[in-house]
């Protein structure tokens, strides 16, 4: 996971780029007037200097309701849009949004993540979301799931969601000119998948991912570790993150990356610049490790990781600041950068499954 020079080779990086950044202030550094939304450009800008910048994927957070930190902002696109309006507008970055299991039918939340891996050319991953509260069920006209009822949804749609992406062949589209079939309709699967509150028919109206299996990354919170390709602990201290992480290996997640929220030094001092942020808004508390200091000092906690985890998401508290000093002073020391062309998996080292159905009938035959 690590060498002897740097403690960093084989640690992936990942960016969250919602918004202005992580701190509820964060947008009154963006220079937009309050109530504007975060516009096309500097959402591209974003994810360029991320993909610029060396890291392996960016992340996009999102809720079933509108942003509600003083901002006048009524609402925003949600994230499976803004991957894949950038998606044509990379090559190399991984780009994984939030799609919430209890507010999204997870038929279309399986074809939106299909049709991103098509369209970043096999970049695509996938943070299960699990807003479930009161509020955001009612979006969809239900109530608020107990954390038991969630687990099972949170494991349901995944589960749904990998059939449906195995439920065409890898050659199930021939293009026979001479016959004029598109496809063989002897590749494609119906599911029958039955969950605790829906049920699939399918098969997907996608083909088959590039990838296979487009990327799951799971809140440790959701304990989804043998199903997610990536876990994400948010834990506040090493020792805590350590332990979750053997627990998610142990369970058999291939990857586990820690959630860390960052101020650094840039022209103001870090911890100056967070007390005019917690002067402006309050910061919620969120159980990650947080830290405010010097790229110096932030490559020496991402050392002390590297012996635990597999990668870090890192929350900037605001993006326009704070990322620039990333990519100046904190990605050229950890390396790694992603290969032009190459899929999120390749990227994570993670293979490309074979598809279930395809793998069953070789074996039968």
């Given at each position: ?326 990519a100046r002073q904190v990605l050229p020391k950890v390396g790694g950068a992603p290969r032009a062309g190459g899929t ?22």
């Amino acid at each position: 996971m690590t060498d002897r020079r740097t403690g960093l080779s084989g640690l992936h990086l990942a960016l969250e780029a919602d918004g202005d950044g992580a701190h509820p202030a964060a947008w009154r550094h963006s220079g937009r007037p309050p109530g504007a939304v975060l516009t096309s450009g500097a959402l591209r800008d974003v994810v360029a200097g991320a993909e610029d910048a060396g890291f392996a994927l960016v992340t996009f957070a999102d809720s079933p309701l509108p942003p509600d930190a003083g901002t006048g902002v009524a609402g925003r696109i949600d994230a499976g849009t803004r991957a894949a309006y950038v998606a044509p507008l990379t090559d190399r970055i991984g780009l994984a949004p939030t799609l919430h299991v209890a507010t999204t039918e997870p038929f279309h939340l399986a074809t939106q993540l299909a049709s991103l891996d098509h369209a970043s050319h096999g970049r695509a991953g996938w943070v299960v979301g699990a807003a479930a509260g009161e509020d955001e069920l009612a979006t969809v006209g239900g109530a608020k799931l107990p954390a038991a009822a969630l687990a099972r949804e949170a494991a349901d749609v995944i589960d749904a969601a990998r059939a449906l992406w195995d439920s065409w062949d890898d050659d199930a589209v021939i293009k026979d000119v001479a016959t004029g079939r598109f496809l063989d309709s002897r590749r494609v699967h119906h599911i029958d998948f039955e969950g605790a509150s829906f049920t699939v028919k399918g098969p997907l109206i996608t083909p088959r991912p590039p990838q296979g299996q487009v990327v799951v990354l799971a809140p440790d919170t959701l304990a989804a570790d043998a199903r997610a390709d990536i876990v994400l602990v948010g834990r506040p201290d090493l020792a805590a993150i350590a332990a979750r992480s053997r627990a998610a290996k142990e369970a058999g997640a291939p990857l586990v990356f820690a959630e860390v929220e960052v101020v650094l030094d840039a022209a103001v001092p870090a911890a100056d610049r967070l007390a005019e942020l917690d002067g402006a808004a309050a910061r919620p508390e969120s159980g990650r490790l947080r830290h405010t200091g010097s790229p110096e000092s932030l490559l020496e906690l991402l050392r002390e990781l590297a012996d635990s985890v597999d990668g870090v998401r890192l929350h900037p508290a605001v993006l326009a600041v704070d990322l620039p000093v990333l990519a100046r002073q904190v990605l050229p020391k950890v390396g790694g950068a992603p290969r032009a062309g190459g899929t999120l998996r390749e990227t994570l080292g993670l293979p490309r499954p074979a598809g279930r159905f395809a793998a069953a009938a070789a074996t039968n035959a």
